[in-house]
């Protein structure tokens, strides 16, 4: 923190992440409060636990009186859907009481992470070796499987609540030919939904759990009630890429922030323009601390994007995503324009932030 870092943040449903306790994060968080920080946190689960998962991020924040964001907030699972109500509900009464807690999400019903996430906690212990280790011994699959069938598996268990039909892999390096399918067309020749189970674990020991999918589990009313809450603010929950990195990556990689201003702002009005904006500008910058950032304002550095609201939108799917935007014309970062009528300038003033 005293290097200049923002905060602290947890992804719980990941290892080492998931064997952490709420006491313990308590009492790692604890050190924010002297230096300002922010306690960001992908929550323990998104789906069956979902409402529990919340309370758990606001009692960490409340008992230390530090902020909290929840990242990429979302209801996964049909049998979930709405619980985002409930949830952001919770939040405005922690509001109430005096905790700085607000999420952020990203304008698409699927989600994207690693396939090996789609094990229980207990299996992916130790690392990438020992996990197919545990694919490779006939007793620690029949326990893998009968922790996910059974609903019993600790953590998101996306297989149960979601289903392999929805599940879709976007990179896979090992086994390029399976990008862009879905798990049911991959193992079509299972017979049986044991059989489904052993192909998966099969094919994870062949691609050395080196693969990652996007799941499509949320509903559009729930994304829409999220944006339209006031403490929540737009992120793309990405990583930085292009078309020479093949595969078929997450859109929210090119079209996050078009896409709202195009599809959320003016074709189905869920939020005003100067909203939008203000959750992917001084909002985001306000909650972290960055300073001089975020607003049009004498003396801030100058990052602009101009774009043409009539036009803007996103181009990016899930089985061509890359594809930039269309709508902006010229870019600024610290100042220094790095695009001009739409293309790169080859200028590269960006440098590292911190809190200082």
């Not at 923190?1 to 064997?19: D, R």
């Not at 890359?322 to 902006?328: A, E, L, N, T, V």
Request: glycine letters at 10%; aromatic letters at 8%; charged letters at 25%.
């Amino acid at each position: 923190m005293e290097e200049g870092a923002f905060g602290i943040s947890t992804g719980l449903i990941y290892p080492p992440g998931n064997f952490t306790g709420t006491e313990e994060l308590i009492e790692l968080t604890s050190v924010l409060k002297k230096y300002m920080g922010v306690y960001a946190s992908h929550l323990r689960n998104e789906s069956y636990q979902l409402i529990e998962s919340v309370d758990e991020a606001i009692r960490i924040g409340e008992t230390n009186s530090i902020p909290v964001e929840i990242s990429h907030h979302k209801a996964i699972g049909r049998a979930n859907w709405g619980k985002v109500n409930a949830t952001l509900r919770i939040m405005q009464e922690a509001r109430e009481r005096g905790v700085e807690v607000s999420c952020d999400v990203y304008p698409y019903i699927a989600a994207s992470t690693t396939v090996s996430s789609l094990l229980p906690g207990w299996a992916l212990e130790g690392g990438i070796q020992k996990m197919l280790g545990r694919l490779s011994d006939t007793g620690s699959r029949k326990k893998i499987k009968e922790d996910i069938l059974s609903g019993e598996m600790v953590g998101e268990n996306c297989i149960k609540s979601i289903g392999w039909e929805n599940l879709y892999i976007t990179d896979c390096s090992r086994d390029k030919p399976q990008e862009g399918k879905n798990f049911r067309e991959i193992f079509s020749s299972a017979a049986n939904g044991d059989e489904i189970f052993d192909k998966f674990f099969d094919w994870l020991l062949s691609i050395e759990g080196e693969a990652k999918m996007a799941m499509f589990g949320m509903c559009e009313e729930d994304l829409k009630t999220i944006l339209r809450c006031p403490f929540s603010s737009v992120i793309s929950d990405s990583w930085v890429t292009g078309p020479s990195a093949g595969g078929k990556p997450h859109p929210r990689a090119y079209g996050t922030f078009p896409r709202v201003l195009g599809k959320y702002v003016r074709e189905e009005k869920v939020l005003s323009l100067e909203e939008a904006i203000r959750k992917m500008t001084s909002m985001p910058a306000g909650k972290i601390g960055l300073r001089k950032r975020g607003l049009l304002a004498e003396g801030f550095y100058a990052d602009l994007v101009i774009f043409d609201p009539d036009n803007i939108s996103d181009r990016a799917t899930y089985q061509s995503p890359h594809q930039y935007p269309q709508g902006i014309s010229h870019v600024f970062v610290n100042g220094t324009m790095v695009v001009k009528e739409g293309e790169l300038t080859g200028k590269r003033p960006g440098k590292v932030l911190s809190r200082s």
